[in-house]
């Protein structure tokens, strides 16, 4: 299973981008999705998570309210739109797949899969 992650960027506080990250291989029909992000000197934390069907979905609560997960398994993509950016939602994001998955996943350890991560730079 590879899994690419675009969509990152520069953008101003108040601003919004939309993530992108597209599974292709194997990836069989049941799987849960994530977005975690890295910050320099940080951990690795979670920003959201999706069940397989997209019924089901985890918000940290720092980025509740502005920032939505969708899938569209028709096209093995899975979505993070992030509305009202501030300068503390800089990292690199990464998406993440877990095989079987019938919940969102909270814990990067169990996750299988990772992508490369992408930039998003938000300026104040």
């Known amino acids: 299973v590879q899994l690419q992650a675009s969509g990152g960027g520069l953008v101003q506080a108040g601003g919004r981008l939309r993530l992108s990250c597209a599974a292709s291989?194997?990836?069989?029909?049941?799987?849960?999705m994530g977005w975690f992000r890295q910050a320099p000197g940080k951990e690795r934390d979670v920003v959201a998570a999706?069940?397989?069907?997209?019924?089901?979905?985890y918000y940290a609560d720092s980025v509740k309210g502005r920032f939505t997960i969708s899938r569209d398994n028709a096209k093995n993509t899975v979505y993070l739109q992030m509305n009202s950016l501030k300068p503390e939602d800089t990292a690199v994001y990464y998406c993440?797949?877990?095989?079987?998955?019938?919940?969102?996943?909270?814990?990067?350890?169990?996750?299988?899969?990772w992508g490369q991560g992408t930039l998003v730079t938000v300026s104040s």
């Open positions: 993440a797949q877990k095989i079987g998955s019938r919940w969102p996943i909270t814990s990067a350890d169990e996750y299988d899969y």
């Open positions: 291989g194997r990836t069989g029909s049941r799987y849960g």
């Open positions: 999706i069940s397989w069907r997209g019924g089901y979905t």
